[in-house]
């Protein structure tokens, strides 16, 4: 089993940035299967999206939403994932899930291929 706890989400004007962390922690063989994490969100009245996607043979998907505002990042070292969001917009405003999972997988960013879901954290931006 693995557990991913999120953080760093709050209140930012538009055109600010936030930094999201998503820590995974359990059996340590677990932790190390992981093959691919992301990024998802949903807001009110919306359907959840993916955001952001990286696996272990270092490929990389964004969303077109966020294309060239938001990098996603990992530190193995940490177990740690992260989501560095600058130029936000108030359309950006959701809940921010972090998903992970030990299966390859050539989509990404579709939820029904991720295991492990995060509780979620509030990114709200106000113009």
């Known amino acids: 089993q693995v557990q991913l706890v999120e953080s760093g989400g709050g209140s930012v004007q538009a055109g600010g940035s936030l930094r999201l962390s998503c820590a995974a922690s359990?059996?340590?063989?677990?932790?190390?299967?992981?093959?691919?994490f992301a990024w998802f969100r949903q807001a009110p009245g919306k359907e959840r999206e993916g955001v952001a996607g990286?696996?272990?043979?270092?490929?990389?998907v964004y969303a077109d939403s966020v294309k060239g505002r938001f990098t996603i990042s990992q530190d193995n070292a940490k177990n740690t994932l992260y989501l560095q969001m600058d130029s936000l917009k108030p359309e950006d405003t959701a809940m921010y899930y972090c998903?992970?999972?030990?299966?390859?997988?050539?989509?990404?960013?579709?939820?029904?291929?991720?295991?492990?879901w995060g509780q979620g954290t509030q990114v709200t931006v106000s113009s």
């Open positions: 998903a992970a999972d030990s299966r390859s997988s050539s989509w990404l960013l579709r939820e029904e291929v991720y295991l492990y």
């Open positions: 359990g059996y340590i063989y677990s932790i190390y299967s992981i093959y691919k």
């Open positions: 990286i696996d272990s043979d270092d490929r990389i």
